[in-house]
């Protein structure tokens, strides 16, 4: 079965302090990664799709890079703004589905 | 402009009652989802159409029964209420289901069973 573990939980930063997010991900054939954003009360907003090992991408101050065993998710000098619950997910070959992992809340402090 | 709606947003309600909850998108998007997430945060899908046709119809209690009228349209009707059907349930939609297609998701409806 397809297993995807999100580290830390929380993450609390000093804004301008950069720090990385991972994703460590179990799945027979991966089809996609997905990164996801999530602010309370409100659905989760897509940010990247990563499709093989190597690959990054990149959105404003946030980085997302791919190894065969897991993703991170970097933020460059974080804002306020950023902060927020980050959600991975993956689809494998076999599969429609994605399976998400639980997520990283970051908070921002000005 | 809201892509991906749903309503209500909150639904309160008493164990044994009939609830329905409604999405809409109009992203022109021919594949629709239901996913819960539970107090840890985890989204698990339940259901998914495509150009109205069952594809997905993960392990839930026959209690859930979607319905999807046409490609912008997929509600959620739930039977015979229980506690632990409190959660909040997302709509979400994409273009097609490969991996090149993210989905958009509704704000969510956050249901409580008393």
């Known amino acids: 079965e397809d297993q995807v573990t999100q580290s830390p939980e929380a993450l609390r930063l000093q804004e301008g302090e950069s720090s990385s997010l991972n994703c460590s991900y179990t799945?027979?054939?991966?089809?996609?990664l997905f990164w996801y954003r999530q602010d309370p009360g409100k659905g989760p907003e897509f940010l990247f799709t990563l499709y093989s090992a190597g690959e990054e991408k990149e959105k404003e101050r946030l980085k997302a890079t791919l190894t065969k065993k897991e993703s991170f998710l970097h933020i460059t000098a974080p804002k306020p703004e950023d902060s927020a619950t980050y959600l991975c997910?993956?689809?494998?070959?076999?599969?429609?589905?994605?399976?998400f992992g639980a997520g990283t809340t970051v908070t921002v402090r000005a | 402009d809201t892509a991906v709606s749903q309503t209500p947003k909150y639904l309160v309600t008493q164990m044994g009652n009939d609830k329905s909850i409604k999405c809409e998108q109009n992203?022109?998007?021919?594949?629709m989802y239901w996913y819960k997430q539970d107090s840890k945060k985890f989204l698990k899908i339940m259901f998914s159409y495509n150009n109205k046709e069952l594809i997905i119809n993960e392990t839930v209690p026959n209690r859930f029964s979607p319905k999807s009228p046409d490609k912008a349209h997929l509600n959620l009707h739930i039977n015979s209420l229980e506690l632990g059907d409190s959660a909040v349930y997302f709509c979400?939609?994409?273009?097609?289901?490969?991996?090149?297609?993210?989905?958009?998701f509704g704000n969510g409806t956050r249901l409580t069973v008393t």
């Open positions: 997910a993956v689809q494998p070959y076999n599969d429609y589905k994605l399976s």
């Open positions: 979400a939609s994409s273009q097609g289901i490969q991996a090149n297609s993210p989905l958009h």
């Open positions: 992203l022109g998007h021919d594949t």
């Open positions: 799945v027979s054939g991966l089809r996609g």
